[in-house]
């Protein structure tokens, strides 16, 4: 069973407008979420987290916004650039250090 | 800021031989370190977590017997793919957690390595 889903695979935005790509979970346990970018055979590249005491987070151009009650979350990338075309995961933990829950990772194609 | 030095990058094998990867933090103490397995255009799974001097723990459906993992030491952890097969032809990553001084630091990923069972 899925503890956190990203259900749509890809996504296509034009560059200078927004991107949003979303995560839900349902694991009530989780408490820390984070935003990773990856490139294939690379690592994946932290991006921004959010802890549940708070519902937005925001750094340069990507806010991660967290909906407790819904369960989800959500990244928005404004302005889109065409180097941030890569696979976007969306991960989940609880703050007392356990591994890192991955979703399947979206795929965010921006073009120019 | 941390890092985490994984090697190889990439390493192609003979089926029914064996592969060591290693992964080291350069500037912290990795207390913990978890293992992930990546399959072309599938999510990062979680293998196994391993505390420095204790036995590692494994995720249902991961064979601990062929999956060796060690912790030995707070700077160094492997993963040893024993009597490898083409089907454990993936992408493995490992992240630590651990602290230096007084920084905490959460999740610091390697740079994964490809393994190609031949």
């Known amino acids: 069973d899925q503890q956190v889903k990203q259900n749509s695979p890809s996504l296509s935005v034009q560059e200078g407008r927004i991107s949003i790509l979303n995560c839900d979970y349902t694991n009530s346990m989780f408490d820390y979420f984070l935003w990773y970018k990856k490139y294939p055979a690379e690592g994946p590249t932290f991006l921004i987290s959010?802890?549940?005491?708070?519902d937005k987070n925001e750094d340069g151009r990507f806010t991660v916004f967290l909906n407790k009650s819904a369960k989800h979350l959500s990244l928005h990338i404004v302005p889109s650039q065409p180097g941030d075309s890569a696979v976007y995961f969306c991960?989940?933990?609880?703050?007392?250090?356990?591994?890192?829950?991955f979703g399947k990772g979206t795929t965010l194609s921006v073009s120019s | 800021g941390a890092v985490v030095s994984q090697h190889p990058s990439r390493v192609i094998c003979k089926s029914g031989t064996s592969v060591k990867i290693e992964c080291r933090s350069l500037?912290?103490?990795?207390?913990?370190m978890f293992w992930y397995r990546q399959f072309p255009k599938q999510s990062l799974m979680l293998m196994a977590t391993s505390n420095e001097g204790s036995k590692a723990t494994y995720e249902q459906g991961v064979e601990k017997d062929k999956f060796l993992i060690n912790h030995a030491s707070l700077t160094l952890s492997t993963l040893t793919v024993t009597s490898a097969h083409p089907e454990d032809s993936s992408f493995y990553i490992c992240?630590?957690?651990?602290?230096?001084?007084?920084?905490?630091?959460?999740?610091?990923f390697g740079s994964g390595t490809r393994l190609t069972v031949v």
């Open positions: 992240s630590a957690r651990g602290e230096s001084g007084r920084m905490v630091y959460g999740y610091t």
């Open positions: 959010i802890s549940s005491i708070k």
């Open positions: 991960a989940a933990s609880n703050q007392a250090g356990t591994a890192l829950i």
């Open positions: 500037d912290f103490q990795a207390t913990t």
